[in-house]
Each structure stands twice: as structure tokens, then as C-alpha cells.
């Protein structure tokens, strides 16, 4: 890349956000705490558009990640803005530091060094859930990774693999010799949840290594 074009990117990076909200956090390891939820825009597994669901590689996904005009949600031009916006949804009387979720979509299409530096500079503890398909920046503190079948998972190791359950005809257990500190598999939120919840709770019960992971803000009633 011509040294004039690398100029050009450094200036206009743009940091597109879906939304950003204080929440509890609803699922996986996590379940319970309190964060800051950051929404990145875009995704590339779907478009995020649902005439093209059918025939995505993702195509359950119950979140809208298209564009910037959700709550909080905005177009940030330095990661040090889009850090104080952030920020701004922490509890200013809290005595812990704040925990910032970033998702999206897929928010390794977004996230770089720069990033990652400003936040911490900032107090935040930075937990990122994504598919795998993205080699991430170093530093994140939490890594939650979300595999997709018929993607390439390329992140095969962090602290958490969350898998939705089922998907395809894979066994899960095909993921126990990557390198993840702990193994949760959530039921798929479709038309047939209760059936995939009861197999999730089998399974979890016949592989001790997997811990049920619920959608627990879904029935909070909390974003």
C-alpha cells in the first residue's frame, strides 16, 4: 500500500456503532454483571438484511447490527471520542473499573490497536464477542468466541467458547481440544427453543465440560 494511502486510512478511521447501552450481561460466562454494551456495525457472516438470511452463513441471528442509528449508536472518528461516549454510560459512582462488551455483528472488523490501547488508558476491562473468523488485536481481556458452521474459524483459543446449540449435525465436543478456559453452549432462540433447550441440557449433562449458557436478558426483560 502506497505510503499515501496508509496516511489517508489513519485519518478517516471511522468507528461505525450500532448502539451503546448499560445493561446486565445476559449470557455465557459473564451472566449477570453489569456492562456497557458496544454494537458494532456490520457483519461478514450477513448483511444484516433479511432478504438475505435464507442464504446467509449466519442466518439465526436475532440481533440488529445494521447502521448507526441506535440508541447511543453514532459514527466516532478517533477511538478516543468513541472511548469518552462509552465511558459516559458507566456509572460515574462506581468503585469497580468499567466493563465495556463489545459485539456486534462481528466487532473484529472494527477493533484495532488503537483501540484497545485508548480503552484501557480509560479504566476499561474489554470483553469482545465474536465468530472466530478474525485473528483479534493483543490485549483484550476477554475473548468470547461464537463459532459458526460453515465459516472458518480462525480464533482457536480464549477464554470462553460459546457455541449455539444445535447447529448442522456437529457435535460440540469436536471443539474440546481447542484452547478455551471454558466451554458454554446456549440453545438456538427459534421456533423450536424448547426442543433445543432440552438437548442443550441433555448434552451439558452427558459432557460435564459444557455449561449451559441461557439468553437470561430475554426473559429479564432488560436490552
Known amino acids: 500500500m502506497p505510503v499515501f494511502q496508509i496516511h489517508w486510512y489513519i485519518i478517516n478511521k471511522m468507528y461505525s456503532v450500532k448502539?451503546?447501552?448499560y445493561t446486565i450481561q445476559g449470557e455465557g460466562y459473564h451472566t449477570g454483571r453489569p456492562a456497557v454494551f458496544l454494537r458494532f456495525a456490520g457483519c461478514n457472516l450477513w448483511t444484516g438484511l433479511e432478504k438475505d438470511r435464507e442464504n446467509a452463513i449466519c442466518n439465526f441471528c436475532d440481533t440488529d447490527f445494521v447502521g448507526?442509528?441506535?440508541p447511543g449508536?453514532?459514527?466516532f472518528d478517533s477511538s478516543e471520542k468513541l472511548a469518552q461516549h462509552t465511558i459516559s454510560f458507566w456509572p460515574n459512582y462506581s468503585k469497580s473499573n468499567p466493563f465495556v462488551v463489545c459485539t456486534g455483528g462481528e466487532p473484529l472488523l472494527q477493533i484495532d490497536k488503537d483501540f484497545i490501547d485508548t480503552f484501557h488508558h480509560f479504566g476499561f476491562e474489554i470483553a469482545v464477542e465474536t465468530n472466530g473468523t478474525i485473528i483479534p488485536p493483543k490485549g483484550i481481556d476477554w475473548v468470547c468466541v461464537s463459532p459458526k458452521i460453515g465459516?472458518?474459524?480462525?480464533?482457536?483459543?480464549?477464554?470462553?467458547?460459546k457455541f449455539v446449540y444445535p447447529q448442522s449435525k456437529?457435535?460440540?465436543k469436536e471443539f474440546e481440544n481447542l484452547s478455551f478456559d471454558h466451554f458454554s453452549l446456549q440453545p438456538k432462540d427459534d421456533k423450536n427453543r424448547e426442543k433445543?433447550?432440552?438437548k442443550t441440557i441433555?448434552?451439558?449433562?452427558?459432557?460435564?465440560?459444557?455449561?449451559?449458557?441461557l439468553q437470561t436478558h430475554k426473559f429479564l426483560g432488560i436490552p
Open 19 to 21: 448502539e451503546v447501552y
Open 68 to 70: 448507526t442509528n441506535g
Open 73 to 75: 449508536g453514532g459514527k
Open 151 to 161: 465459516s472458518e474459524l480462525k480464533l482457536k483459543n480464549g477464554n470462553e467458547l
Open 170 to 172: 456437529i457435535d460440540p
Open 196 to 198: 433445543n433447550t432440552k
Open 202 to 213: 441433555d448434552y451439558c449433562h452427558e459432557h460435564p465440560n459444557w455449561s449451559v449458557s
